[in-house]
């Protein structure tokens, strides 16, 4: 009964922004950590960014200094700006959260529907 819909991808210029969210709904009692993966054809699903509940952040080493994760709990979203895009930044890109339906536990992870960002040169 959870849903995670991601929207803001699209396609722009090297050196572009683009601003990502996923917003989830459904049977929520609580959420902790939301995060950002890309998927590339043939490739596996690899971390992007992540931020906890309480807002601690991590990054890929190639994003950083580039994107900021950052989360509005009251809205349960998620969000990933993206500037100085890249060429091989193009990827499809998806929001994970750790989510306690219950407020019992466990945490189930789900998974957005992914968004195209493509950057082009």
């Known amino acids: 009964q959870v849903q995670l819909v991601e929207s803001g991808g699209g396609l722009v210029q090297a050196g572009g922004s683009l601003r990502l969210s996923c917003a989830a709904s459904g049977r929520i009692f609580s959420i902790d950590a939301m995060g950002w993966y890309l998927e590339a054809p043939g490739k596996q699903r690899e971390l992007v960014a992540a931020?906890?509940?309480?807002?601690?952040?991590n990054y890929a080493d190639s994003v950083k200094g580039r994107f900021t994760i950052s989360r509005d709990n009251a809205k349960n979203t998620v969000y990933l700006q993206m500037n100085s895009l890249k060429p091989e930044d193009t990827a499809v890109y998806y929001c994970?959260?750790?989510?306690?339906?219950?407020?019992?536990?466990?945490?189930?992870?789900?998974w957005g529907q992914g968004t195209q960002v493509t950057v082009s040169s």
């Open positions: 931020i906890t509940s309480g807002g601690v952040t």
């Open positions: 994970n959260a750790h989510i306690d339906i219950s407020g019992y536990g466990p945490m189930f992870v789900y």
